[in-house]
């Protein structure tokens, strides 16, 4: 599992995270993705795009993990 860290922000927006991540290769794509319900949060599915990961939280998409930290 990879870590993603906030770098002290409060949180990453979903559709942000999956762009750094390289999970998608723009903005309108991992929109695209998440509004298909193609994105879990926590092990549930999550369909809003801008939903705020916070520390803690671990985010995942076509068989790839990543836990969001400070």
Known sequence: ???FSLDGHPY??????L???GWSESG???KAVIAEGL?????QIE???RCKIT?????????????VET
Request: glycine share 6%; charged share 30%.
């Open 39 to 43: 994105v879990e949060v926590d092990y």
């Open 28 to 30: 309108a794509a991992a």
């Open 19 to 21: 762009k750094f991540q």
């Open 47 to 49: 369909t809003r795009k």
């Open 55 to 67: 520390a803690g939280k671990i985010v995942s998409f076509n068989g790839e993990f990543v836990r």
């Open 1 to 3: 599992m990879e870590i």
């Open 12 to 17: 990453v927006e979903l559709c942000d995270l």
